[in-house]
């Protein structure tokens, strides 16, 4: 994955993290729950990331 995917999916998280603290000060389960929802899908998406790297750190591709 490119720089743009990774930068995209660490804002994602981030935007998450700040979804689940709003939702935890407004006593908001619904945000609380969207915010986790979206670091899991961010989280997810990096860990294939890094499975890709590694993969081509091997091949040398």
Do not use: C, P
Request: a negative charge; glycine letters at 14%.
């Amino acid at each position: 994955m490119g720089l743009g995917d990774k930068i995209s999916n660490k804002a994602q998280e981030v935007a998450g993290e700040a979804k689940e603290k709003f939702g935890d000060a407004t006593n908001n389960e619904n945000l609380q729950a969207e915010g986790l929802k979206d670091q899991a899908a961010a989280k997810a998406k990096q860990a294939g990331e890094h499975v890709k790297d590694a993969t081509k750190d091997i091949t040398g591709g």
